[in-house]
């Protein structure tokens, strides 16, 4: 199947820090990436819908200004959590497909912990 | 509006029990269905999915699901359980009518397996 890397895996920054996350598709063109946020114990919450060469559409009650993605590539997409604060602290996933109609691929996810 | 509701946050059953994770859904047009398992700290597997086809879906590790439209549901199931089947699970429908990549995630179920 597609495989989807994020990186890094783990990340611990500090207050007021920002911190990048990529997200790639590394055997496929991805038209169309979506990163999600999981709190401990809990489900996965779509931030936002990326789509290579545009800006992002985030949901409702995202941060755009916070949570800034880029999807300048057919296999990379970035999240930066900028100015970092510990409510930020969670687990982001990202997905990426062929188009907005083809399935998703899930990424093994980014622990970001901020002290 | 699609959404997913998963009954029951955490399951437990002993090794080489039937394992029934319950997932009913509700969406305004005909809905793909998903089921993915989480390890801890890891992204997402898809374990089988629904699209419109047959309404008994086998997935993979010996799981299936039946689509029934009469009772909106989408129950995981699998004949006997395995130490390894712990994990996280999570139901989810596609955001619209077709295989989109954009999924609304029940709120997830822990299965325990006893020795």
């Known amino acids: 199947g597609a495989v989807v890397s994020q990186h890094p895996s783990r990340v611990i920054c500090k207050s007021g820090t920002s911190v990048k996350i990529e997200c790639r598709s590394l055997?496929?063109?991805?038209?169309?990436m979506f990163w999600y946020r999981q709190f401990p114990k809990q489900s996965l919450m779509l931030m936002a819908t990326s789509n290579e060469g545009s800006k992002a559409t985030y949901e409702q009650g995202v941060e755009k200004d916070k949570f800034l993605i880029n999807h300048a590539s057919l296999t990379l997409s970035t999240l930066t959590v900028t100015s970092a604060h510990p409510e930020d602290s969670s687990f982001y996933i990202c997905s990426a497909s062929m188009g907005l109609r083809a399935e998703a691929f899930f990424g093994q996810g980014t622990r970001l912990t901020v002290v | 509006a699609q959404s997913v509701t998963q009954l029951g946050s955490h399951v437990s059953v002993s090794e080489g029990a039937l394992v029934l994770l319950r997932c009913n859904y509700s969406s305004s047009v005909p809905p793909y269905l998903f089921w993915y398992v989480q390890y801890p700290n890891q992204g997402l597997q898809l374990l089988l999915k629904y699209t419109s086809a047959a309404t008994l879906v086998k997935g993979i590790n010996g799981f299936e699901a039946e689509f029934k439209k009469s009772e909106t549901s989408f129950h995981l199931t699998k004949p006997s359980a395995h130490m390894s089947d712990a994990a996280e699970y999570f139901c989810a429908v596609s955001h619209g009518s077709s295989n989109t990549g954009k999924l609304i995630f029940g709120q997830g179920t822990t299965l325990q397996v006893k020795p």
């Open positions: 055997d496929f063109q991805a038209t169309t």
